[in-house]
């Protein structure tokens, strides 16, 4: 059964730091690659970041570009999510998301077949 487990969430200033985590299990992570993506209330799920299975590339949002950084570990089965330099519109629920042997499209949710159940990052202005 494949879990992924996200935590790292909660209330921080603007301008302030988070890290998030997504830990998996139950699947071969170094397979799979993983993206992140939010939703705020009454928007639709956005993509944020992802970083491909093969070769490790990583691929962002234009409104994230350059303030997170995602990164995974295989051995640890964890993919992380730095976000510095938080604003306010960065508030919303951060989804991790598992999608195996893809390596193109991966902004696209329906490329993933495997979802965390979500951690809330909240910025306060």
């Known amino acids: 059964q494949v879990q992924l487990v996200e935590s790292g969430g909660g209330l921080v200033q603007a301008g302030g730091s988070l890290r998030l985590s997504c830990a998996a299990s139950g699947l071969t992570f170094s397979t799979y690659s993983m993206g992140w993506f939010r939703q705020a209330p009454g928007k639709e799920r956005e993509f944020v970041a992802a970083?491909?299975?093969?070769?490790?590339?990583?691929y962002y949002a234009d409104s994230v570009k350059g303030r997170f950084s995602i990164s995974r570990d295989n051995a640890k089965k964890t993919v992380y999510l730095q976000m510095n330099s938080l604003k306010a519109e960065d508030t919303a629920v951060y989804y991790c998301?598992?999608?195996?042997?893809?390596?193109?499209?991966?902004?696209?949710?329906?490329?993933?077949?495997?979802w965390g159940q979500g951690t809330q990052v909240t910025v306060s202005s």
């Open positions: 998301a598992a999608a195996q042997l893809v390596s193109n499209g991966l902004q696209t949710r329906t490329k993933y077949d495997h």
């Open positions: 970083i491909s299975w093969r070769g490790g590339s990583t």
